[in-house]
């Protein structure tokens, strides 16, 4: 058996190594979590950092128990319900959000809502951390001082045109904001392009003060008088009161089971209920016995999908705010009427309910004491504005709520929007087996999932679960990989409308997953192959 004991894996192969050193000096997943999160959040500075927002699943090997922590990005002290209802163009055919005139909730200073991302890195690292905050930060200071080079994925990005009219493209949050410019623009006003070296000394003098002063500084500090000043300067929701006040969510986990095994994840307004729902309807049928993304498979799976995502249209919300049924939603019984629902033929028809975006990302570590970390966080498609001297991107998500007033993921300050991010443990026995989370909107709900049914129903290993073909399907269309044959759409399409996505690998939610053999504890990892990341055992 190798005596490597430690994994980590994310879509950001610095941050992955910068995490693994960790591991490596004898740090526990959590100060690898948190060290590679910090990281991510320069290599990607428009999908994640202290700007945004974060969710955690921990094993706890001491406790012996899961734990799940949710710091959310809120809506401002200033929001109203019916503030933008007579803006809105139409909802994003994609999902992802809402369009609205002048981009008032995509791009600016009015999509920002207050951030919980430090507040969960600190609490996380006070926790069940070894490691110091200033040791946490550390790294991604000095890669942000050194600079880093620009990757393939990262150019494409930045060059990709929008699909439709109203969406903001990547490069369009940027230019949209002066100091966003200043930093992550040429002096020509060009992106910079592949093998260029970026650097942001700002962003690295903002990690260092906060390494010095603490992590309560971004809330109630320097940093929080002078990101409230700039913010209410320009007429932002978040006030120095949102700031001030902000709290993490607890006990934020949600569990079910799944042919013995157990699956915690977490809870509203996030992926977990709908992830469990649809395993609790697969459970009732044999699928180890169906050729892997046959035809029959994929259609049942996608019928799963599908009803699973009528239940979630139309309660999942935010459970400070509305009464959102999860047991309801993750009972054994729910998922048989649903079985008999699919098994009689009848028509399923979900509530089209715009997402969030699927710019996120997400990173799981397994140490040799056994803990088991899956943390995805994100800024959405961030919100472009960076405080002048600061160096990070806000958020922008505001873009998630229902512009209109009266439905349960409408606008109200405080509140936060519903997200598919469900960062997931799987065990048997008590003895964790499986660790994965992804970002990609709802699309992660399904592609977490079938990675489960890879592992547990066909026996894969996590590296050959994270590369199959994957699907979809949450409303009227199973769209699938470039790599699931004509001729199984063919046979598909008999019974249900089915498109390709012009992706081989991508285009969903990019599977980040970790594996411990039950037999031997030797550890194992998959990073999906639409990203650029890497599992390193160490």
């Known amino acids: 058996m190798s005596s490597k004991q430690n994994a980590i894996v994310a879509p950001q192969p610095l941050a992955v190594e910068e995490g693994a050193k960790v591991l490596m000096r004898g740090g526990n997943a959590i100060d690898a979590a948190v060290t590679c999160a910090f990281v991510q959040g320069i290599l990607d500075p428009q999908m994640c950092g202290i700007g945004g927002y974060a969710l955690l699943s921990f094993y706890s090997a001491a406790e012996q128990r899961f734990i799940a922590i949710d710091g959310p990005a809120l809506a401002g002290a200033k929001v109203t319900e019916d503030m933008w209802a007579d803006r809105v163009i139409r909802p994003n055919p994609d999902g992802w959000g809402y369009f609205l005139q002048g981009r008032v909730n ?22 069940w951390g070894t490691i110091s905050w200033a040791e946490a930060l550390a790294p991604a200071a000095r890669i942000a001082e050194d600079g880093f080079v620009v990757t393939d994925r990262m150019a494409t990005r930045w060059q990709r045109k929008a699909k439709y009219p109203e969406a903001t493209e990547l ?22 392009a ?60 949600v569990s079910g089971t799944y042919r013995g095994y157990r699956v915690d994840s977490t809870t509203a307004p996030h992926g977990g209920p709908t992830l469990i729902a649809i395993l609790n309807i697969l459970e009732g049928y044999d699928l180890a016995a169906m050729e892997h993304n046959s035809p029959e498979y994929i259609y049942l799976v996608a019928m799963a999908m599908k009803a699973a995502f009528v239940d979630r249209n139309r309660h999942m919300a935010d459970p400070n705010f509305q009464d959102v049924p999860v ?6 019984e729910r998922a048989a009427e649903w079985r008999a629902h699919i098994d009689a033929g009848k028509p399923i028809s979900a509530d089209f309910v715009p997402t969030g975006t699927p710019d996120t990302t997400h990173v799981s570590v397994i ?18 504005v960076i405080t002048p001297g600061l160096g990070f991107m806000y958020n922008n998500s505001m873009i ?21 991010m469900c960062p997931t443990v799987v065990s048997k026995d008590g003895a964790p087996q499986l660790v994965l989370g992804s970002p990609g909107a709802t699309r992660i709900i399904t592609s977490n999932l079938q990675v489960i049914l890879n ?33 199984v759409r063919e046979e598909i399409a008999k019974k249900h409308p089915v498109e390709m996505l012009p992706y081989s690998h991508g285009g ?7 594996g411990i053999d039950p037999t031997t504890s030797a550890r194992s990892g998959g990073a999906d192959t639409g990203a650029d990341g890497m599992a390193l055992i160490v």
Not at 327 to 332: F, G, V, Y
């Open 106 to 127: 995509d791009a600016g200073y009015s999509s920002i809502c207050t951030p919980g991302w430090v507040k969960t890195m600190a609490t996380m690292l006070e926790r």
């Open 194 to 253: 592949l093998g260029d070296l970026l650097r942001n000394p700002d962003y690295a003098n903002t990690l260092r003060h906060l390494g010095e002063r603490g992590a309560e500084d971004f809330y109630t500090g320097e940093l929080a008088a002078r990101m409230s000043a700039d913010l209410a300067a320009n007429d932002s929701f978040v006030t120095a009161a949102d700031l001030a006040t902000y709290q993490l969510r607890e006990a934020m986990a």
């Open 327 to 332: 047991d309801w939603m993750i009972a054994k």
């Open 400 to 420: 998630n709520f229902n512009p209109w007033p009266g439905h349960v993921n409408s606008i109200a300050p405080g509140k936060g929007r519903t997200t598919g």
């Open 455 to 487: 592992v547990l129903d066909f026996g894969m290993s996590v590296n050959e679960a994270v590369y199959a073909p994957r699907f979809d399907c949450q409303l009227n269309t199973i769209r699938v990989h470039a790599r699931i044959p004509g001729f």
């Open 508 to 514: 969903f939610a990019l599977v980040h997953a970790l």
């Open 171 to 192: 490069l369009d949050y940027i230019r949209l904001n002066a100091e966003a410019s200043r930093v992550y623009l040429k002096e020509d006003g060009s992106p910079y």
């Open 367 to 384: 140490d040799s004491q056994g803990n088991c970390v899956a943390l995805t966080h994100s800024l959405g498609a961030s919100s472009g």
